[in-house]
């Protein structure tokens, strides 16, 4: 029998009278765990049970009466209207808060206290857009809103709001990050919207009473006006190849040369530069320049370091014959301004096809990343001089294309030697385009 | 059998209801049926019967207080309000206990009033310290344990009526009242010679 059941006979035996010492010798193999067990039992069956006096029970009953009479006598309506009211009143409360709050950060304007936590909050819209297109979209809104509060800020004060000034850049940037794989016709309308915030700050930096606030808006124009240039230079198709002679048309791009800084490389393609050729290198005078030039540091001035009140016009262009070879797809901005109309004396009767010279950078360029490779700005990246073969006049080794192009060019676009129309003499040198 | 009479289902369904709409005498009624077996259970936990007699008299005020929320188990009503107020009762033993730390009561067994078959006054000591170590002992035991022994030598219940007030089976209470006994045995010294051995 298992123990717990022995037990309770045990206690039914014990509350029967019957004595300890006779239970536990009914049951001698369990006696030493019974024996204290029953002991504890005896000793609570001995104790009296204890009750409630009259007068207690009396007593009680009162503040039983009591309690209850306070509980149902009807409470103060101020009591009654606080324990009603109190919730409606805390989430209305909370309400009028939020929708003050709101209110107030909207219709904050520049100066104000809370003007940083509206450029903040008007950015949340881009955080529900999915697409890179509609992102890109949405931060050039914002970019907008910015700066019609610099506008804004500039008529009222006559100065530049800086939050507002680097909230515009900071959304033209951010569009131009998210639209950098976009396609081109997609890049080339982000990058006119971003320009024409380029073009509103150069207005208003013509019209600023402050030199101060004129330079900051110049310099931020500069800026607005490299991501645009950047932007947009990826975003042109590949130009078609162009005829001979046929410079290319300042209308060809998508910016009006006047609003456009010259095309900045922004992308370093390392170019193999040309070994000596083994053909001869007629000693026209076609792409004579001179030996030594050196590309200009402003030439490679990066998109993020513009220089206030520098024109970004390049102003180291080597004379260049218009080249047949077919501009393969550019990743690096290629303004209308980029590739100039050829102002060097190039010899009435010299055809090009006398100075060319095998390109053997286009057999080696496959592995060329099509990457874009920032570099930090004003980090020259010079061109590589090149040894030439001794001339009778210094020829130039750097290579006469002033649109920096992505520099990729097919082996198909190998041109042909002997080509009475082909392309115009290959410098042994061409710069490097600098990101 | 039980010194008190037992509390039936019908009862506990009948006062309820008024008491939760305010009638005084319905919670006078409850408070008749509850007392003595609150007060015995309080008793044994605190080891003083003034204290005790304050304790079951605010089980009732709080009864008061929330009844208006409280909800019948309609398959066991008598067993569930009597759950609750045994519920409400192991809480206020907690505040007292809090309470007497922090005053460092010490005084346990001076107010047990003591009523033995053999009054006397040798026995009537000797249960005075069996009390006093009782009332230590309880508060090792667990809730059920202190119930079970409560209602098995307190108020005289057999197996199947503590069954039904905790809502358990006779097993359960059997094996509760095993543990328990053991428990207290250890705790009561049960090394020491039991006078009837």
Same mark, same amino acid.
């Given at each position: 029998?298992?123990?717990?059941?022995?037990?309770?006979?045990?206690?039914?035996?014990?509350?029967?009278?019957?004595?300890?010492?006779?239970?536990?010798?009914?049951?001698?193999?369990? $006696?030493?765990?019974?024996?204290?067990?029953?002991?504890?039992?005896?000793?609570?069956?001995?104790?009296?049970?204890?009750?409630?006096?009259?007068?207690?029970?009396?007593? $009680?009953?009162?503040?039983?009466?009591?309690?209850?009479?306070?509980?149902?006598?009807?409470?103060?309506?101020?009591?009654?209207?606080?324990?009603?009211?109190?919730?409606?009143?805390?989430?209305?409360?909370?309400?009028?808060?939020?929708?003050? %709050?709101?209110?107030?950060?909207?219709?904050?304007?520049?100066?104000?206290?809370?003007? $940083?936590?509206?450029?903040?909050?008007?950015?949340?819209?881009?955080?529900?857009?999915?697409?890179?297109?509609?992102?890109?979209?949405?931060?050039?809104?914002?970019?907008?809103?910015?700066?019609?509060?610099?506008?804004?800020?500039?008529?009222?004060?006559?100065?530049?709001?800086?939050?507002?000034?680097?909230?515009?850049?900071?959304?033209?940037?951010?569009?131009?990050?998210?639209?950098?794989?976009?396609?081109?016709?997609?890049?080339?309308?982000?990058?006119?919207?971003?320009?024409?915030?380029?073009?509103?700050?150069?207005?208003?930096?013509? /019209?600023?009473?402050?030199?101060?606030?004129?330079?900051?808006?110049?310099?931020?124009?500069?800026?607005?006006?490299?991501?645009?240039?950047?932007?947009?230079?990826?975003?042109?198709?590949?130009?078609?190849?162009?005829?001979?002679?046929?410079?290319? %048309?300042?209308?060809?791009?998508?910016?009006?040369?006047?609003?456009?800084?010259?095309?900045?490389?922004?992308?370093?393609?390392?170019?193999?530069?040309?070994?000596? %050729?083994?053909?001869?290198?007629?000693?026209?005078?076609?792409?004579?320049?001179?030996?030594?030039?050196?590309?200009?540091?402003?030439?490679?001035? =990066?998109?993020? &370091?513009?220089?206030?009140?520098?024109?970004?016009?390049?102003?180291?262009?080597?004379?260049?014959?218009?080249?047949?070879?077919?501009?393969?797809?550019?990743?690096?901005?290629?303004?209308?301004?980029?590739? %100039?109309?050829?102002?060097?004396?190039?010899?009435?009767?010299?055809?090009?096809?006398?100075?060319? =010279?095998?390109?053997? /950078?286009?057999?080696?360029?496959?592995?060329?990343?099509?990457?874009?490779?920032?570099?930090?700005?004003?980090?020259?990246?010079?061109?590589?001089? /090149?040894?030439?073969?001794?001339?009778?006049?210094?020829?130039?080794? &750097?290579?006469?294309?002033? $649109?920096? /192009?992505?520099?990729?060019?097919?082996?198909?676009?190998?041109?042909?030697?002997?080509?009475?129309?082909?392309?115009?003499?290959?410098?042994?040198?061409?710069?490097?385009?600098?990101? | 059998?039980?010194?008190?009479?037992?509390?039936?289902?019908?009862?506990?369904? #009948?006062?309820?209801?008024?008491?939760?709409?305010?009638?005084?005498?319905?919670?006078?009624?409850?408070?008749?049926?509850?007392?003595?077996?609150?007060?015995?259970?309080?008793?044994?936990?605190?080891?003083?019967?003034?204290?005790?007699?304050?304790?079951?008299?605010?089980?009732?005020?709080?009864?008061?207080?929330?009844?208006?929320?409280?909800?019948?188990?309609?398959?066991?009503?008598?067993?569930?309000?009597?759950?609750?107020?045994?519920?409400?009762?192991?809480?206020?033993?907690?505040?007292?206990?809090?309470?007497?730390?922090?005053?460092?009561?010490?005084?346990?067994?001076?107010?047990?009033?003591?009523?033995?078959?053999?009054?006397?006054?040798?026995?009537?000591?000797?249960?005075?310290?069996?009390?006093?170590?009782?009332?230590?002992?309880?508060?090792?035991?667990?809730?059920?344990?202190?119930?079970?022994?409560?209602?098995?030598?307190?108020?005289?219940? #057999?197996?199947?009526?503590?069954?039904?007030?905790?809502?358990?089976?006779?097993?359960?209470?059997?094996?509760?009242?095993?543990?328990?006994?053991?428990?207290?045995?250890?705790?009561?010294?049960? !090394? !020491?010679?039991?006078?009837?051995?």
């Amino acid at each position: 029998m298992e123990l717990t059941s022995i037990l309770d006979e045990c206690l039914r035996r014990l509350a029967a009278g019957e004595s300890p010492a006779d239970i536990l010798a009914s049951h001698p193999q369990h $006696a030493s765990e019974l024996a204290p067990m029953l002991n504890a039992a005896a000793g609570l069956a001995g104790l009296s049970r204890p009750h409630l006096s009259e007068a207690q029970r009396l007593a $009680a009953k009162v503040t039983l009466r009591e309690v209850a009479a306070a509980r149902a006598a009807p409470q103060p309506w101020f009591i009654r209207l606080r324990s009603a009211a109190l919730p409606v009143a805390l989430v209305l409360a909370a309400v009028v808060f939020v929708v003050l %709050s709101v209110s107030a950060v909207a219709s904050s304007q520049p100066g104000d206290a809370i003007y $940083a936590l509206r450029v903040i909050a008007e950015r949340a819209p881009v955080l529900i857009r999915f697409t890179p297109a509609a992102r890109a979209s949405a931060e050039l809104a914002v970019a907008d809103r910015r700066l019609t509060d610099v506008s804004t800020y500039l008529a009222t004060s006559g100065e530049v709001y800086p939050t507002a000034l680097d909230a515009l850049l900071d959304g033209d940037a951010a569009a131009a990050q998210r639209a950098e794989h976009l396609p081109g016709q997609v890049r080339a309308e982000i990058a006119g919207r971003m320009e024409a915030h380029a073009a509103e700050l150069s207005a208003l930096a013509a /019209t600023a009473p402050n030199p101060t606030a004129a330079e900051q808006l110049r310099v931020a124009a500069a800026r607005a006006n490299s991501l645009a240039s950047q932007l947009g230079d990826g975003a042109l198709p590949p130009s078609p190849p162009t005829a001979p002679g046929a410079g290319p %048309s300042p209308s060809n791009g998508h910016t009006p040369p006047a609003a456009t800084p010259a095309p900045v490389p922004s992308a370093t393609v390392p170019v193999p530069t040309a070994t000596p %050729s083994p053909l001869p290198v007629s000693p026209q005078p076609t792409l004579i320049a001179d030996p030594t030039v050196t590309p200009r540091p402003h030439l490679l001035l =990066t998109l993020m &370091a513009v220089t206030p009140g520098r024109t970004r016009r390049p102003t180291f262009v080597p004379p260049v014959q218009p080249s047949g070879v077919p501009i393969t797809p550019s990743e690096t901005p290629v303004g209308p301004t980029a590739t %100039s109309a050829p102002t060097t004396p190039v010899g009435p009767g010299s055809p090009p096809s006398l100075t060319w =010279t095998p390109r053997p /950078t286009h057999t080696a360029r496959p592995e060329l990343p099509r990457t874009r490779t920032r570099v930090p700005p004003q980090l020259p990246r010079l061109h590589t001089p /090149t040894p030439v073969p001794p001339t009778s006049e210094p020829v130039s080794t &750097a290579t006469p294309v002033s $649109a920096p /192009t992505s520099g990729v060019a097919p082996p198909t676009d190998e041109p042909q030697p002997g080509n009475p129309g082909g392309p115009p003499p290959e410098p042994t040198r061409r710069p490097r385009r600098v990101g | 059998m039980a010194i008190d009479p037992a509390i039936d289902d019908a009862q506990i369904t #009948s006062l309820l209801p008024r008491c939760q709409r305010g009638d005084t005498a319905a919670v006078e009624a409850l408070y008749d049926l509850y007392a003595d077996r609150l007060y015995r259970y309080l008793l044994a936990r605190v080891g003083n019967a003034d204290a005790a007699a304050d304790l079951t008299t605010e089980i009732f005020v709080r009864v008061l207080k929330n009844i208006g929320g409280f909800r019948l188990n309609s398959r066991r009503p008598a067993a569930s309000f009597s759950a609750w107020l045994y519920r409400i009762a192991a809480n206020l033993v907690a505040d007292h206990h809090r309470q007497r730390r922090r005053t460092a009561e010490t005084d346990l067994s001076e107010d047990l009033r003591i009523a033995t078959r053999e009054p006397t006054p040798h026995r009537l000591v000797e249960q005075q310290e069996i009390l006093a170590g009782l009332s230590q002992a309880m508060e090792a035991l667990s809730e059920d344990q202190r119930l079970v022994i409560l209602g098995k030598f307190g108020e005289d219940m #057999s197996n199947a009526e503590v069954a039904r007030w905790l809502g358990k089976t006779e097993g359960a209470v059997k094996s509760l009242q095993h543990r328990a006994l053991q428990a207290l045995g250890r705790l009561l010294g049960a !090394e !020491e010679q039991p006078s009837w051995s």
